[in-house]
């Protein structure tokens, strides 16, 4: 069974500190992974995504991911984060396989402090 | 352009009731459906998820279950509801393999 695991529970950082943020899954096939993030009151929303079949990935609002195949890691960084990016950042995955579930770690909430 | 569709907001129900959690999705067709519980510190859990009318896969044992009744309809539901059922249901709908949007969630009280 697939499995998603973000080993940081809380992050707090000052504005204009760089952040990463780890996420690691236990499929050994080929995956398709995500971001997603919850601003304060706010539904979920896609951040950014991978999908095997298209390698490059494309940050967005200066996040980047760092994908290690080998590590069968997704991480996200962003160099210098702003106070806006409080809230809190889901890693999900689901495999090619034909199975359409979407499993999601257990999050990461980002303080950031201005 | 597609929406969502998820209610209520809030629900407060007695232990031993039944549930009944509805999602609706407007703008697609076939979509794959799926409910999570939110908790805090746990992430979200998939619950169920629907690749199509009357097609229902469960990931977790528990006092719920789901149903497909039509195409964009999805329901989350408990013959008798538990205290450990009470938490944050969120109803998510995907095309495929990409991004999944969510509903605006249920917040269920079991008291």
């Known amino acids: 069974a697939q499995s998603v695991s973000q080993h940081n529970h809380h992050v707090i950082l000052s504005e204009a500190a760089s952040l990463e943020l780890g996420c690691n899954y236990s499929y050994g096939g080929t995956v398709n992974l995500f971001w997603y993030v919850q601003y304060p009151g706010q539904h979920l929303q896609l951040l950014l995504k991978y999908f095997s079949r298209d390698p490059l990935v494309k940050g967005i609002k200066g996040f980047e991911p760092e994908f290690i195949k080998s590590k069968f890691s997704f991480n996200l960084r962003k160099p210098s984060v702003q106070w806006s990016d409080t809230a809190e950042y889901f890693c999900a995955v689901n495999a090619q396989t034909g199975a359409n579930n979407l499993f999601f770690g257990t999050g990461t909430r980002l303080t950031v402090i201005p | 352009s597609q929406t969502i569709h998820q209610w209520p907001a809030t629900l407060v129900q007695p232990v031993g009731s039944p549930l009944s959690l509805e999602c609706t999705v407007e703008g697609t067709s076939n979509p794959n459906l799926y409910w999570y519980r939110q908790a805090a510190g746990r992430g979200l859990q998939l619950l169920f998820y629907s690749v199509g009318i009357g097609q229902i896969s469960s990931e977790v044992p528990q006092n719920l279950s789901a149903s497909r009744p039509q195409d964009r309809q999805f329901i989350l539901s408990s013959k008798k509801l538990l205290l450990s059922d009470s938490g944050f249901y969120l109803c998510?709908?995907?095309?495929?393999?990409?991004?999944?949007?969510f509903g605006q969630g249920t917040r269920l009280t079991v008291v």
């Open positions: 998510a709908w995907r095309e495929g393999e990409g991004e999944a949007f």
